[in-house]
C-alpha cells in the first residue's frame, strides 16, 4: 500500500462507536459554494441533502422533498442580513448571489420545518429534527485582498465555526492547504458546547470522529484536496408539538463545509 494512504488511513481512520454509527448512518444539509469570489461578478451556490461520505444527494419526489421551506441568507459584518432565493432542481437546492462586498461573507441555511420522526426503533425515541449548515467565503475586489472580518460571526441555535481563517494573503484566495491544521468551534444557543461529538466527513470517502475540548474547541489535519463537511449533532430534551404531532426531543443537526486545497498551482 502507498505510503501516503496509510498515513491518511492511520490519520482518518473509521470510528466504531454507536454514536458514530448512528451519526454517519443520518441524513443531513450541506452547502457548496466556491471559497473565493470577484466582488463584481455573481456567485452559485447549492444546498444538497443527503450523505456526503457516501457520495448520495437526495432527488425531488424523494426525501429532498422533506426539506421544503428551507432558507439561506448571506452575512457580512458591514451590511444587513441578505436572503437567498433557493430554488429545488433534481438532486439540490439552487441560488445566485448577484453580487458580495469585499470580506468574508457567510452563507448560513436553515430548515426548521422537516416532519416530526418516530425514531423509537432507532433508540431515540420520537423528535423534532432542525437542520442547519453553513460555509464561508472571501469576497474580493480588484487590486485589492483584505479580510476585513469584524471577530467571529455569530452562531446558529447549532453552529460550527471555523476558527483557523484560512486567507492566504498572497493569492488572495480562501483555502486550508492539505497538511494544514483546521480548528472550529461548536455552539448551542451561543455557547461553546464541549465534550462533544464532531464527524468529519472527507471528499474520498473517509470519516474521522473528533471530540470538543471544555471550550467546545476540536481541530483536525485534512490530507486531501477537496470539500471536507463537518457533521454535528445535539438533542435537546424538550417536548412539544409540531403540525398536530407530538415530539419528545429537538434533534438538532448542523454543519460546516471547508474547502481544502493546495497552496501551489500544480500541487497534487
Not at 114 to 140: E, N, T, W
Amino acid at each position: 500500500m502507498h505510503q501516503s494512504i496509510r498515513n491518511g488511513i492511520s490519520l482518518l481512520g473509521l470510528a466504531v462507536s454507536i454514536t458514530f454509527v448512528q451519526l454517519a448512518g443520518a441524513h443531513f444539509a450541506w452547502i457548496e459554494a466556491e471559497a473565493t469570489a470577484p466582488s463584481s461578478a455573481g456567485q452559485s451556490v447549492q444546498v444538497y441533502f443527503g450523505e456526503y461520505s457516501e457520495f448520495l444527494r437526495e432527488e425531488q419526489g424523494g426525501r429532498l422533498d422533506a426539506m421544503e421551506g428551507i432558507s439561506m441568507n448571506v452575512r457580512h459584518p458591514k451590511q444587513p442580513v441578505s436572503e437567498v432565493a433557493l430554488a429545488k432542481e433534481v438532486n439540490r437546492f439552487a441560488g445566485k448571489l448577484t453580487g458580495c462586498l469585499p470580506g468574508r461573507n457567510e452563507l448560513v441555511a436553515e430548515q426548521r420545518d422537516a416532519p416530526v420522526q418516530d425514531l423509537r426503533s432507532h433508540d431515540m425515541g420520537v423528535v423534532k429534527p432542525m437542520y442547519y449548515a453553513r460555509a464561508s467565503f472571501i469576497c474580493l475586489e480588484d487590486g485589492r485582498v483584505s479580510e476585513q472580518e469584524k471577530g467571529a460571526p455569530a452562531p446558529m441555535e447549532l453552529d460550527i465555526i471555523p476558527l483557523s481563517r484560512g486567507m492566504n494573503l498572497a493569492t488572495g484566495r480562501m483555502v486550508h492547504p492539505p497538511g494544514s491544521e483546521v480548528v472550529v468551534k461548536a455552539f448551542f444557543k451561543g455557547q461553546g458546547l464541549p465534550a462533544t461529538q464532531l464527524i468529519v466527513h472527507s471528499p474520498i470517502g473517509w470519516d474521522k470522529e473528533l471530540h470538543t475540548g471544555a471550550d467546545g474547541v476540536a481541530t483536525f489535519t485534512p490530507l486531501w484536496p477537496g470539500r471536507y463537511v463537518l457533521e454535528l449533532v445535539h438533542v435537546e430534551k424538550v417536548g412539544g408539538e409540531f403540525r398536530g404531532k407530538p415530539y419528545e426531543a429537538l434533534r438538532h443537526r448542523s454543519t460546516l463545509s471547508i474547502q481544502v486545497v493546495p497552496d501551489h498551482a500544480g500541487e497534487k
